[in-house]
């Protein structure tokens, strides 16, 4: 048997990268990104044969028609691009491609709405997609079915943000809005995976007296 090369902890079983612009798009649900950071976690090594539809329905939680209409709002805010081929005059195969860039206007558009300064040159017609920051997002977790789409969202939203977040200095208010859900919603999201293992709270105290959570990828994950 020949040597084995393996990443450690959480990113063992493979991972892929997630772009901070894509996670603080707030016209986004949180379901459209939960299927984005799914897809994302595939795509690490170039060409890939496309997950089996049923295996991602399940995985995520989804019904046909939903992951028709969250696949949709990716492709309308060209995140990802769809091209069908055919074989002969016949269909064969679809090419999903996540993209690498985003137009100059919608980069602006998410920084404003994010209260991000902006100091590119407009001149620029396309911006790298990863202008604002990435993570790695584990496959693990992702194909994770007992964890909702909405779960795998909100860790997207922290991996990309440099692997934590601190809610001291992003109140929940602007969280919740980022991501379209109720305080509720975002609790018990961040609640299964902290009981998964995925993420880990530490609590420490604030200057105005109370204990403020701050959460982290743990990287060190074991399965």
Request: proline share 3%; net charge positive; hydrophobic share 35%.
């Amino acid at each position: 048997m020949g040597d084995i090369l393996r990443a450690a902890g959480i990113y063992r079983y493979g991972y892929g990268t997630i772009s901070k612009i894509v996670m603080i798009d707030r016209q986004l649900s949180i379901s459209a990104k939960g299927l984005y950071v799914y897809l994302c976690s595939y795509a690490n090594t170039g060409d890939v044969a496309f997950p089996f539809r049923q295996k991602i329905i399940t995985d995520l939680g989804l019904s046909i028609n939903t992951f028709y209409k969250y696949m949709n709002e990716l492709i309308d805010r060209k995140y990802i691009t769809k091209e069908q081929q055919k074989k002969g005059t016949k269909f064969s195969y679809n090419i999903y491609t996540i993209m690498q860039t985003i137009p100059y206007e919608e980069y602006l558009n998410i920084s404003m709405q994010n209260n991000i300064s902006v100091n590119l040159p407009e001149c620029i017609p396309y911006i790298d997609i990863d202008i604002l920051g990435y993570g790695k997002i584990p496959k693990v977790v992702t194909t994770d079915n007992e964890l909702s789409v909405k779960s795998k969202a909100l860790f997207g939203f922290i991996a990309s943000n440099n692997q934590w977040l601190n809610t001291d200095l992003c109140c929940w208010k602007n969280l919740c809005d980022i991501m379209k859900v109720s305080k509720t919603t975002f609790y018990k999201s961040i609640n299964d995976l902290i009981q998964k293992g995925y993420i880990i709270e530490y609590r420490e105290e604030s200057k105005k007296g109370y204990d403020k959570p701050i959460y982290y990828v743990n990287t060190m994950f074991q399965t």
